[in-house]
């Protein structure tokens, strides 16, 4: 049985099939240049001492430094991590953003940390991988279950080691600390902006449509905000704690509010539960997965009857999936297009630590707008020209860049 690594391969593998790719571009694609594992030991609040595993992988670094989250969770794996840091390969290279991919994590679940210990951690993993990380280097920021305050600690420990305060080595920081304005949406901003190109492309109204979105953390219920302020009706979403459905629509900043007041959707006035698997079979326009990967599957393909769906995480349609939706005409924005608002803001963020000049929330708009519309036409004009998915285009476009990347450095 492939292992998840293996699978997310799958269409870099027909991208490369169908522009012809070097061999030995695809060689150097394959696997990460560097990865490294660690022991972080913590003195817990009672006492007793434990020690957490902990990862980063750097994937390819041709056309700029790594680039790539630190995730809290306790079933993250090596491969996973390998996983995640070639997506952030594949999206730097579509977004054309001068970066590599990489990623990191930690086996943990946070939830079971006090707040003491949680520092201690967050602080413990950067004193263990900071000889890989470094402003020009490598560049973590926040992904699932870590935020702007973790990215706080990290940043402070990793200034410890250098002497000096060192706010570009970390993004999705605190404003007060060098973070961006504009980057808690930036996700969500991405998702809205590829689904309203792709209407127009299809000729569709964004009044006359219906969305559903699974997952109401910070890419979801940003996801579902923007595409409610563009005419999309929103009818079905889900939390950690279950899903709910109201086929006249749902006012997403409202439910917002009810989810920070009652720690779940569900209950929201006007709504009905459903379970995670009706939610993604509903008969809407757009279905927005926005939690964790392997959400449509080989067991669920032929039941979705969504027409759209935007990748709001990273890998929630398995290959097998892909290809079952592909043969029923389902546009799928991938991943690697869809959610890479996130790191555009990201790179914009590093730009301003660099630079130490901060930009308007404005001005970060429009240019997050302006790199994800041009992304979206190179990706869309591709998938004409080679009469493939957009998935499968994406790659392509990522793919030429790369190559370009590395036989001019002469890496092969």
Known sequence: MQNIFELAKIPLEKAASLIKMDSEAAKLLAEPERTIEVSIPVIMDDGKFEVFRGYRSQHNT????AKGGIRFHQD????????????????????????????????????????????????G???????????????PAPDVNTDARIMGWMMDEYSKTCGRLAPGV?????????????????????VMFTVRELFKKLGIDAKDTT???????????????????????IVAVSGSKGAIYNEAGLNPYDVQEYLKSNGTVVGFPGSHSISNAELLELPVTVLAPCALENQL???NAEQIKAKIIVEGANG??????????????????????????????SYFEWVQNLSRYYWTEKEVHVRQE???????????????????????????????????AMKLRGWY
């Not at 041709?62 to 430094?65: D, I, Q, V």
């Not at 952030?88 to 991919?101: F, H, Q, R, S, W």
């Not at 559903?212 to 302020?229: E, K, M, P, R, T």
């Not at 004409?384 to 476009?397: D, E, F, G, P, S």
Request: hydrophobic share 40%; proline share 5%; glycine share 12%.
């Open 62 to 65: 041709a056309r700029g430094p």
């Open 76 to 123: 993250v794996t090596m491969d996973e991590v390998k996983t995640l840091g070639f997506w952030m390969t594949i999206k730097c290279a579509v977004l054309n953003i001068p970066y590599g991919g990489g990623k990191g994590g930690v086996i943990v679940d946070p939830r079971r940390l006090s707040r003491r210990e949680l520092e201690s951690l967050s602080r």
């Open 125 to 139: 993993y950067i004193q263990k991988v900071a000889p890989m990380l470094g402003e020009y280097v490598d560049i």
């Open 170 to 190: 970390i993004t999705g920081k605190p404003l007060s600390l060098g973070g961006s304005v504009g980057r808690s949406p930036a996700t969500g901003r991405g």
């Open 211 to 233: 969305a559903a979105i699974q997952g109401y953390g910070n890419v979801g219920s940003f996801s579902a905000q923007l595409l409610h302020d563009i005419g999309v009706k």
């Open 297 to 299: 599957t080989g067991a």
């Open 316 to 345: 929630p349609t398995t290959p097998e999936a892909d290809e079952i939706l592909a043969k029923r005409g389902v546009f799928i924005i991938p991943d690697v297009l869809a959610n890479a608002g996130g790191v555009t803001v």
């Open 370 to 404: 302006e790199l994800m519309v041009d992304a979206f036409e190179k990706v869309f004009n591709t998938s004409k020209r080679y009469n493939t998915t957009l998935r499968v285009a994406a790659y392509i476009v990522a793919l030429e860049r790369l190559t370009d």
